[in-house]
Nanobody, 121 residues
Framework: VQLQASGGGSVQPGGSLRLSCAAS????????MGWYRQVPGKERELVALVSNSGNTKYSDSVKDRFTISRDNGKGTVNQAYLQMSGLKPEDTAVYLC?????????????WGQGTLVTVSS
């Protein structure tokens, strides 16, 4: 399985960006896609999840500002989007998409490369 993330860039505080992640190839046992973010020296943070059935979940740090969505296809989610609004400098990070298994918690199985988001005036 290959995951291709895109859409990162630089934006001023209060601005918006939309990240995309496209999955290809046959996978096993996945039922969700998730976005993480990584800041040097800090633990990787899971920010948003979307399941095959369209259920979503957000971290408290991005709730009400970020929206995750999936492709319009039925069944296994293979395209996920992260609409980020009201961006803050603390949202600056490398954002990574993943594909994995979401039961009571999310277990990433496949990873894409990161895309850098910089929020600065």
């Amino acid at each position: 399985v290959q995951l291709q993330a895109s859409g990162g860039g630089s934006v001023q505080p209060g601005g918006s960006l939309r990240l995309s992640c496209a999955a290809s190839g046959r996978d096993r046992g996945t039922n969700a896609m998730g976005w993480y973010r990584q800041v040097p020296g800090k633990e990787r943070e899971l920010v948003a999840l979307v399941s095959n059935s369209g259920n979503t979940k957000y971290s408290d740090s991005v709730k009400d500002r970020f929206t995750i969505s999936r492709d319009n296809g039925k069944g296994t989610v293979n395209q996920a989007y992260l609409q980020m609004s009201g961006l803050k400098p603390e949202d600056t990070a490398v954002y990574l998409c993943s594909k994995g298994r979401w039961l009571d918690q999310y277990w990433p199985i496949y990873w894409g490369q990161g895309t850098l988001v910089t929020v600065s005036s």
